[in-house]
Every structure is written in structure tokens, then in C-alpha cells.
């Protein structure tokens, strides 16, 4: 099967989200450096999985959950991964600022955009940097769900 993963996003400026980073992955971590207006991805920790083999079934390898008070951005969140996805999907930038960890099967890449440009990054790990073609086969067949409670 093949197992596509959201591991990390950077937001640099995004409906009113600034310079934040999330991890939704409970093995891999990342982080990012910015020196002189220059980004480098880091791995910060990997950590032991305590969920047993299996866990999820064969269909469903993890789960990520925001949690946080009423108006802490957990749907702004999701609306922006919703946003670059489709953009992504397009075959074309999104015009914020960020980065993505990406994982497909056992292959990390990474994108990073500003304004609808490619953003030059810099890592030592062994993740290659996505081309809009490469997006376009990673999103062509993603399926994302969104729940909430909230009525609107």
C-alpha cells in the first residue's frame, strides 16, 4: 500500500499564523534553523513508537490530533493544509510562506515555498526537495478528512 504522511509543516505567514512549526508525526521530528534569512530542516529527536504493530489495521498507519481552547488556530490550521494541498494538487505554489515534510512509503521530501516561488532550504538529511511534478504525483490521489464540531 502505498502510505503518503503530512511530518511537518512550517507556516512563515498565513492567515494571521506566523513563523509557527507542527510536527504530526510520533516518530519523526523536525524543526527548522534560520540563519541570515536562510532555512536549514533539522531532525530534533526520533523517538521509540509505543503503538503496537498493527495498531491502526492495515489501512491507517497514525493519527494526528490539534487540540487546543476555541480560537487557537486548529481550523486555520487545517483550512492552510487544505489550501496548499490543493494548490500542490494544481500543479502550483501556494502564494504563503512554508515548508512541508512530506512522506511517501519509506522516501521523505520536503517543499518549500514563498509567494508562489520555490524557497531555498538547506538540510543533512537524506529528504530530497519535491518538484511541482513530484507534488502533482504525491497529491493526485490524497483523500483528506476534516472534522469539527463547530457549526458554521
Given at each position: 500500500?502505498?502510505?503518503?504522511?503530512?511530518?511537518?509543516?512550517?507556516?512563515?505567514?498565513?492567515?494571521?499564523?506566523?513563523?509557527?512549526?507542527?510536527?504530526?508525526?510520533?516518530?519523526?521530528?523536525?524543526?527548522?534553523?534560520?540563519?541570515?534569512?536562510?532555512?536549514?530542516?533539522?531532525?530534533?529527536?526520533?523517538?521509540?513508537?509505543?503503538?503496537?504493530?498493527?495498531?491502526?489495521?492495515?489501512?491507517?498507519?497514525?493519527?494526528?490530533?490539534?487540540?487546543?481552547?476555541?480560537?487557537?488556530?486548529?481550523?486555520?490550521?487545517m483550512r492552510i493544509i487544505c489550501q496548499w494541498s490543493s494548490c500542490f494538487f494544481q500543479g502550483?505554489?501556494?502564494?504563503?510562506?512554508?515548508?512541508?515534510?512530506?512522506?511517501?512509503?519509506?522516501?521523505?521530501?520536503?517543499?518549500?515555498?514563498?509567494?508562489?516561488?520555490?524557497?531555498?532550504?538547506?538540510?543533512?538529511?537524506?529528504?530530497?526537495?519535491?518538484?511541482?511534478?513530484?507534488?502533482?504525483?504525491?497529491?493526485?490521489?490524497?483523500?483528506?478528512?476534516?472534522?469539527?464540531?463547530?457549526?458554521?
Open positions: 500500500m502505498n502510505r503518503k504522511k503530512l511530518l511537518f509543516m512550517y507556516i512563515g505567514n498565513s492567515y494571521g499564523i506566523q513563523e509557527e512549526e507542527f510536527n504530526f508525526s510520533t516518530i519523526e521530528q523536525f524543526c527548522l534553523k534560520k540563519v541570515n534569512n536562510v532555512y536549514s530542516i533539522l531532525k530534533t529527536k526520533r523517538s521509540e513508537n509505543t503503538t503496537p504493530s498493527d495498531f491502526w489495521g492495515e489501512k491507517i498507519s497514525d493519527v494526528s490530533l490539534l487540540i487546543g481552547d476555541n480560537g487557537s488556530g486548529k481550523t486555520t490550521i502550483r505554489l501556494p502564494q504563503d510562506k512554508g515548508i512541508m515534510v512530506l512522506q511517501e512509503n519509506d522516501s521523505l521530501g520536503f517543499i518549500a515555498f514563498d509567494k508562489g516561488q520555490e524557497l531555498s532550504v538547506t538540510t543533512n538529511l537524506e529528504i530530497k526537495q519535491y518538484s511541482e511534478k513530484d507534488l502533482i504525483d504525491f497529491f493526485h490521489d490524497l483523500r483528506l478528512i476534516y472534522f469539527s464540531n463547530s457549526m458554521s
